[in-house]
């Protein structure tokens, strides 16, 4: 069992693309259930549906729905390996349905609160200016915070105001980036990231302090440390601006399937949860201004 899990973990690097932290946490969930086999003395994968539900009762009691939703997730994709691979001649996996996953509304900023957010960095500092920049990207562009840390220099066409990113599964997109955006990444380029890389030379647009490709924890711990020096009380992440980006531009108008194209959704179904957030909007305009609301 460990040497096919180790297989199908090297299949979806190598030929399906994977991001490695989806690998990681296929890896985990397919390690618990050869775990919780060895202890009712199985020692195969088993094609026999009962078997497998009676695993994934174990866990419902034990998961959150999206917990569960993702193990079960990875263990239809394994299975589907199995069959292919000939381990296996029937998928059992192709009877379970996923669990539905509660919805939860992600937090958002208003717009003067993304105002604050924007003048808070001090400009005069290197850092400083390189957070502006790197908060008016987010905003402007909707990028995971993934995306912004391996941005590359070489992926900037900011005269046209466009950047290319490489998102989920190594997949490529254009994305459209405003003027002011823009203009504040190369502000950025010009005036505080050389004297940051006089020694390190490296392809990431966005440094440290160190002249080193930033990482997410980095950006998450500095947004943090803004925030609440702000005084906002929301719990705000480097996704809150993904979100807030999103659902801005729904209250303006914009089109659910241009939104997916820029926020990288393969499903438009993952598109959809900011369907709810301006459905909230619209009735609070309508308690609001309705003589009887």
């Not at 990113?165 to 990444?185: F, H, L, M, N, Y």
């Not at 996704?239 to 399937?257: C, M, P, Q």
């Amino acid at each position: 069992m460990d040497e096919l899990i180790a297989d199908f973990i090297h299949y979806l690097d190598v030929e399906r693309g994977l991001a490695p932290l989806t690998q990681v946490s296929y890896r985990q969930d397919l390690r618990e259930f050869q775990a919780w086999l060895e202890a009712q003395e199985i020692d195969a994968f088993p094609s026999d549906l009962a078997v497998i539900q009676d695993f994934l009762s174990a866990q419902n009691a034990q998961k959150a729905p999206s917990s569960l939703s993702r193990m079960i997730s990875a263990m239809r994709r394994f299975y589907r390996y199995l069959l292919k691979e000939g381990v296996i001649t029937v998928d059992p996996m192709a009877l379970v349905d996923s669990p539905k996953p509660a919805q939860h509304l992600p937090a958002t900023l208003s717009s003067p609160e993304i105002d604050r957010l924007m003048a808070a960095p001090d400009l005069s500092r290197p850092l400083g200016l390189r957070d502006r920049a790197i908060f008016e990207l987010m905003y402007a562009t909707g990028l995971r915070v993934s995306e912004v840390v391996n941005l590359r220099l070489d992926q900037l066409h900011l005269t046209m105001n466009l950047i290319q990113v490489t998102g989920k599964g190594d997949k490529e997109r254009i994305i459209p980036i405003s003027a002011q955006a823009a203009g504040w990444v190369q502000r950025y380029l010009q005036d505080a990231r050389p004297g940051l890389t006089q020694k390190t030379r490296p392809d990431a647009v966005f440094v440290n302090f160190h002249g080193r490709q930033l990482t997410r924890q980095g950006i998450w711990k500095n947004l943090k440390a803004y925030i609440t020096a702000l005084g906002i009380k929301k719990n705000v992440t480097p996704h809150t601006l993904r979100h807030s980006f999103a659902t801005h531009l729904l209250e303006n108008g914009a089109d659910l399937r241009v939104l997916q194209e820029l926020l990288g959704h393969s499903d438009i179904s993952t598109t959809q949860i900011y369907t709810h957030l301006s459905a909230k909007k619209i009735v609070a305009v309508y308690h609001k201004t309705h003589p009887r609301g």
